[in-house]
């Protein structure tokens, strides 16, 4: 394919050179080239902690990780309740909150020890929650933000 079949129209203005566009490849520019999205956004910086490896108590009559990893694809759509420690915390993204917990349950090296949360309630990293939302799977929200399962519009219990 060429770049002509790619390009509905390209427009040359001689002289113009975007701000921070000098062509060069510095050290700044890598840095922001290989940011992620999720790092920060709208100036509400992502806070993070390690990996969960103390297991957290399972809610009753609710799910593991691990378990909502196993069944995702028979879940879409369905209510569902986790417990689980608060790894990661991004406000006002997208007009919610992004929350990722862990429960000490699934794989890291397979992704599936961790779940992401969008919420209006607000938590801290380090938080054990108790949270209750709609399951949805191999969601793109573009821009980076892929999630292969995610609990949506949930309530977020501090406990």
Known sequence: MSLRTQLAALLVVPGL?????????????????????????????????????????????GRSIAELWDARGSMVGEEVTLRGRVVK???????????????????AAAGTHDVTITTQAEAAVGDVVLVTG??????????????GLIVEDATVAKE
């Open 17 to 61: 050179l975007l701000a921070g566009c000098s062509g060069e490849q510095t050290e700044e520019s890598d840095a922001v080239q290989n940011r992620s999205p999720h790092e920060t956004m709208n100036g509400a910086a992502a806070t993070t902690s390690k990996e969960v490896t103390e297991p957290v108590e399972k809610p009753e009559g």
């Open 89 to 107: 915390y991004n406000p006002a993204i997208m007009g919610r909150n992004w929350i990722h917990i862990q429960d000490g349950t699934g794989d």
């Open 134 to 147: 709609k399951v949805a799977v191999d969601r793109d929200f573009g821009g980076g933000y892929q999630y």
